[in-house]
Nanobody, 125 residues
Framework: VQLQASGGGSVQAGGSLRLSCEAS????????RGWFRQAPGKEREFVAT????????YYADSVKGRFLISRDNAKNMVYLQMNSLKPEDTAVYYC???????????????????WGQGTLVTVSS
């Protein structure tokens, strides 16, 4: 199973970017998919997650109302639409997939089984 993240880039504050993450292999979309990010000098942090069957979503408070996570199970894709970007959103963004069923929302690294390579988002003021 491989995850390939793309869509990062440089934007000015207030701008938008859309990240994509394609899953290949036997993941079958994954029980849940998530996005995390790691800013320079900081630990990786949760951004957003979406479940497969009921399409429920959960966001970090810092991005709630600005970011939107979505998925296309037929294409094994997950997306992160990022609007009203702020300089503090600058980070390497990682997509993740969980293959195990479960309950609740998956907001920690250990909840996920597969990780993409990361894509850099830079927001200038």
């Amino acid at each position: 199973v491989q995850l390939q993240a793309s869509g990062g880039g440089s934007v000015q504050a207030g701008g938008s970017l859309r990240l994509s993450c394609e899953a290949s292999g036997s993941l079958l979309g994954g029980w849940a998919r998530g996005w995390f990010r790691q800013a320079p000098g900081k630990e990786r942090e949760f951004v957003a997650t979406i479940k497969r069957n009921i399409e429920s979503t959960y966001y970090a408070d810092s991005v709630k109302g600005r970011f939107l996570i979505s998925r296309d199970n037929a294409k094994n894709m997950v997306y992160l639409q990022m609007n009203s970007l702020k300089p503090e959103d600058t980070a390497v963004y990682y997509c993740a997939a969980r293959s195990r069923p479960g309950t609740g929302y998956y907001i920690h690294d250990v909840h996920y089984d597969y990780w993409g390579q990361g894509t850099l988002v830079t927001v200038s003021s």
